[in-house]
């Protein structure tokens, strides 16, 4: 049985802990939370929703970026207000457009954006399947490709290069 050395579990011990107080950090900053937790969930909860209109790839909820807090407060002052969720997300989408929705719905204006992933795949399948079928009729896959007989010019070249170690300075004719 090995011993690991003391510096090893060291460590280990300090990687364990850098990585246990890992937690995802997000963007909504204390003087922004509503006093009321139902109000103040409804609002998290629509701010996953939202695209972060800077990052793009972001929801507002985890953007720092100045616009995404304008529009986190926005959300907030909207619930408070009264507003349902489908009332703050219609008007933030009559605001900003559909662009500001990460999971836009389906709609003839939207089709291409659902369809777009299966049409790839399906497409790669397909080239991949005629390639398949390719090597199948050729032979390659299995190695039954007729190899041309070398002529009896070409049978003593090669053994004159061989013999020679492969260092003629000729070039080939």
Do not use: H
Request: glycine fraction near 6%; charge should be neutral.
């Amino acid at each position: 049985m090995a011993i690991i050395p003391v510096r090893w579990i060291c460590a280990m011990v300090v990687v364990s802990a850098l990585c246990g107080g890992a937690v995802p950090s997000l963007a909504v900053q204390p003087d922004e939370v509503l006093a009321n937790p139902a109000l103040e969930a409804r609002a998290r909860e629509l701010s996953r929703e939202l695209r972060c209109m800077v990052c793009q790839n972001q929801s507002i909820d985890d953007s720092e970026a100045p616009l995404a807090r304008d529009l986190r407060l926005l959300v907030r002052e909207r619930l408070t207000a009264g507003d349902s969720d489908t009332q703050v997300l219609d008007f933030l989408t009559a605001r900003y457009g559909q662009f500001v929705l990460l999971k836009p719905p389906f709609g003839w204006d939207t089709a291409l954006l659902w369809f777009a992933p299966a049409a790839v795949l399906l497409v790669g399948a397909f080239g991949f399947g005629a390639v398949l079928l390719r090597r199948r009729r050729v032979g390659t896959d299995t190695g039954d490709v007729e190899q041309p007989e070398l002529t009896a010019a070409e049978q003593r070249r090669l053994a004159k290069l061989l013999a020679d170690g492969g260092n003629s300075t000729r070039p080939p004719r």
